[in-house]
């Protein structure tokens, strides 16, 4: 009646992070970080699992997870430099009950709990303000400071079977639940952005440069000529409204200040009906509706409906075919994550205040929040937009399974998605094209709004095929295809007023994709997996690196 399992699984993985452009940290700036850029992680995963048959017609199934994992010099290659790097610390536990009650001899019931509690501590190693050299490096501190997240889920389901002749019914519930306890004094230290653009052009002794005409001649810096230029002219002992007028000086300066810690608790509900209906041994057809529902917004009219089918057309004598003809259409919703509700309230105006300064005069000095605060400076604060939908997608596909010879099967399906309300941020409140001022007041406003959308197909190709009971090899291509003009939730547009240059390749617009492997046994005992993965490029963006709009995106 009762079986009893201890799992315990220890690993250490050391992978050698590749920092770009050390050498320019080092110009630039002193360093007080390890020798060593190698990020040594550290897992733990321990389990205990316990089966119980209560009765004949009920058992019961308990498992408690524990995991710990550490991760040293975080956050560092590509453009960020090992003064970047930050420590984290990871807890959780995870506690599963699950009953299965056998109602009678066609219905089955099964009820599932699960509790969850996660632990994240974040250290940076150097404690000073971040540098950002846009698109040339990342240097200075960690904006992540010390911070820590700590989040209790729990998610209750009940789920009944019955089955009855050719009739296969599904319904039930799930209830989830999550608290979560944020400590997050992120950039509080300040963040100094050097962007290119227009300059005076200098002579050998760091003189404008003046055409036959008179006229002062410029020419354009890259962010990383004008954060040089900035170096130069400071140890020259010009001043901060010198380097300004030639071209030196940061672009953007942003800085939080106020109450590290913020407090989210969120629910939602799930509903859901499914009907398989076996018309005859060569035809199955599928129906099913869901409804869904949560906290912290106002859209509940998360209706989904479903419907499948399989018909296999050579089937005979009530026996399947080789060929099987599948299709399906439904809506899939997007729940609205906890952390963005998180954000809204950490930066409402009051908890938490977020100053920009556009082209800072004072770098690398790093003002106080008060003295940011008595300039009257502009903050930026964010909002959820209070008709707010819910994202959502509607998929439908179609496709064609083969038994081949030689013990093959072939599958190759199409599938559509078109997804609406998907989550974008905009700045409602940055200056009007035409006049330059702004709609309300002069803080930055960032709503949270679902106005996007995103079409995408795939043609998808599985081969699976075992010459014999010692090798069995597989593969899988697929290609595809996707537009956007709304990539996430933190994606802004490049112009807050005009979202119609927005629609191109998503981030998601992968072309191809192939997977091939397989499985050979060996003498003695040993197993050969030969494993092949090949992705085409993901689209990227060429951005001007300079904020043209006053938006305080820098695209």
Same mark, same amino acid.
């Given at each position: 009646? +009762?079986?009893?399992?201890?799992? $315990? ?32 992680? =550290? =897992? ?18 308990? =498992? ?95 789920? +009944? ?29 300040? +963040? ?28 354009? $810096? ?9 170096? #130069? ?37 799930? *509903? ?28 509940? +009219? ?16 009530? =026996? ?124 930055? $406003? ?25 090798? #069995? ?34 981030? #998601? ?22 494993? *092949?993965?090949?992705?085409?490029? #993901? ?17």
């Amino acid at each position: 009646k +009762t079986s009893f399992f201890v799992d $315990l699984e220890r690993r250490e993985i050391d992978d050698n992070a590749v920092v770009n452009a050390t050498t320019l940290d080092s110009l630039f700036q002193p360093l007080s970080v390890r020798e060593a850029y190698v990020t040594p992680q =550290r =897992r733990t995963n321990a389990s205990v699992r316990l089966d119980y048959q209560l009765n004949p017609a009920n058992t019961l199934v308990g =498992r408690f997870d524990v995991l710990r994992a550490s991760a040293r010099n975080n956050g560092i290659g590509q453009f960020a430099l090992p003064s970047r790097a930050y420590d984290s610390v990871s807890n959780g536990e995870i506690f599963q009950l699950t009953e299965t009650a056998t109602l009678s001899p066609s219905a089955i019931n099964e009820t599932r709990f699960e509790y969850e509690r996660t632990r994240q501590d974040q250290t940076a190693l150097t404690l000073e303000p971040a540098l950002n050299v846009l698109d040339s490096f990342q240097s200075g501190g960690s904006t992540q400071g010390l911070s820590s997240n700590r989040r209790q889920g729990i998610e209750l389901q009940n789920m +009944t079977s019955i089955v009855k002749g050719a009739h296969t019914v599904k319904f039930g519930a799930r209830l989830r639940g999550s608290d979560l306890s944020d400590h997050s004094p992120d950039n509080f230290l300040g +963040t100094f952005t050097f962007a290119g653009g227009l300059a005076p052009v200098l002579d050998a002794l760091s003189q404008p440069v003046y055409g036959a005409d008179g006229q002062l001649s410029l020419a354009q $810096l890259t962010s990383l000529e004008r954060y040089q230029r900035t170096l #130069m002219l400071g140890s020259l002992g010009y001043s901060l409204e010198q380097i300004r007028a030639l071209g030196g000086g940061a672009n953007q300066f942003s800085l939080n200040a106020g109450i590290p810690n913020a407090t989210v608790r969120q629910y939602d509900v799930g *509903l859901f009906l499914t009907h398989d209906w076996r018309v005859r041994p060569s035809l199955t057809l599928g129906f099913g509706l869901r409804y869904e529902n949560q906290t912290n917004i106002q859209d509940s +009219t998360n209706f989904a409906p479903r419907a499948s089918l399989a018909w296999s057309p050579d089937s005979r004598n009530g =026996r399947t075919g080789k060929t099987v003809i599948r299709a399906g259409a439904g809506i899939f919703y997007d729940r609205f994550s906890e952390s963005y509700t998180l954000q809204a309230l950490r930066f409402n105006g009051t908890a938490q205040r977020q100053y920009i300064v556009a082209n800072p005069d004072f770098y690398p000095v790093v003002p106080t929040a008060s003295e940011l605060a008595a300039s009257a400076v502009p903050q930026a604060m964010y909002r959820i937009d209070g008709g707010l939908r819910v994202p959502y997608m509607f998929q439908s596909s179609l496709g064609v399974e083969r038994s081949l010879p030689g013990r093959s099967t072939l599958a190759v399906n199409w599938v559509r998605s078109r997804s609406l309300n998907v989550l974008r941020t905009r700045n409602i409140n940055a200056p009007l094209p035409e006049s330059g001022a702004r709609p309300y007041g002069t803080e930055n $406003l960032f709503l949270y709004e679902a106005t996007g959308r995103m079409d995408q197909n795939q043609l998808i190709a599985n081969l699976s095929t075992r010459f014999n009971r010692h090798v #069995m090899l597989f593969g899988f291509y697929a290609y595809g295809h996707a537009n956007s003009d709304a990539d996430r939730g933190a994606s802004l547009p490049a112009n807050q007023y005009d979202l119609s240059g927005e629609w191109g390749r998503s981030q #998601m617009d992968v072309r191809h994709r192939i997977v091939m492997g397989g499985n050979v046994s060996a003498p003695w005992g040993l197993s050969l997996n030969p494993f *092949l993965m090949y992705r085409s490029g #993901m689209p990227f963006n060429i951005t001007t690196g300079r904020d043209n709009n006053g938006d305080t995106v820098f695209n």
